[in-house]
């Protein structure tokens, strides 16, 4: 089964602070998707990576497939980026689930 | 429709009642996942369906737990004898045919509360 941890679990930033959020996980990959979700609301996904970096406005994504490890960064935060942001994988199919593993997610706080 | 559509949004029940929860997922999305998040935590992998039927159902905790697709669009995640412990906000996500890793649209879940 594969491990996915986020780090850090809590952030708390400044309006205008870049901000870089880290998963990692431990058996390889097909695919990982980074996913955001609201206080009570449902979840959105920002991202889905095999490779590389992608970019979505003020969103950056990156992937290193050899280091098990992704990162996503936030440039000029904003308060309405506040929400848990969460890394999921979907690990390479052997007969084992199909389905995503996500790690427990990090926190996001940014304020004014 | 637009979204993956989730009824009820909110249930609560008693302990040892039976539940069902709906999803409609994207019209064309072959794919369907169900996953259950538990407060302060990632979403867990329940069940998911390819078409009609279930290619994985490892998630599913215990026998209590059972999901349908009867035609291949709507899905019914059914509990029975409901524990306090399955208290929980149950999310589907569909996507499109599996075609390597597609990107997944979620619906906004339903929050289950067993008094």
């Known amino acids: 089964k594969n491990e996915v941890e986020q780090s850090p679990q809590n952030l708390t930033a400044q309006e205008g602070e870049f901000i870089t959020i880290n998963c990692s996980y431990s058996?390889?990959?097909?695919?990982l998707h980074w996913l955001q979700q609201h206080p009570g609301g449902g979840i959105v996904s920002l991202f889905m990576l095999s490779s590389g970096k992608k970019k979505h406005g003020r969103l950056i994504a990156t992937i290193n497939i050899q280091e098990k490890h992704s990162s996503l960064h936030i440039t000029a935060s904003h308060p309405r980026d506040s929400a848990v942001y969460i890394c999921a994988v979907r690990s390479v199919s052997g007969g084992g689930a199909d389905g995503l593993t996500f790690g427990k997610g990090t926190h996001l706080i940014i304020q004014p | 429709g637009a979204g993956v559509s989730q009824t009820p949004s909110n249930k609560v029940t008693e302990k040892g009642k039976y539940v069902e929860l709906r999803c409609d997922p994207i019209?064309?999305?072959?794919?369907l996942y169900w996953y259950r998040q538990s407060l302060g935590q990632g979403p867990e992998f329940l069940i998911y369906f390819q078409g009609t039927g279930a290619a994985d159902d490892s998630g599913l905790p215990n026998d209590r737990f059972f999901a349908v697709r009867p035609e291949g669009s709507v899905s019914t995640l059914k509990i029975q004898r409901t524990e306090r412990g399955d208290s929980a906000v149950y999310l589907c996500?569909?996507?499109?045919?599996?075609?390597?890793?597609?990107?997944?649209?979620f619906g906004a879940g339903s929050r289950l509360t067993v008094l």
């Open positions: 058996v390889g990959i097909s695919a």
């Open positions: 019209s064309g999305h072959t794919a």
């Open positions: 996500a569909s996507s499109r045919p599996k075609s390597g890793a597609n990107v997944l649209t």
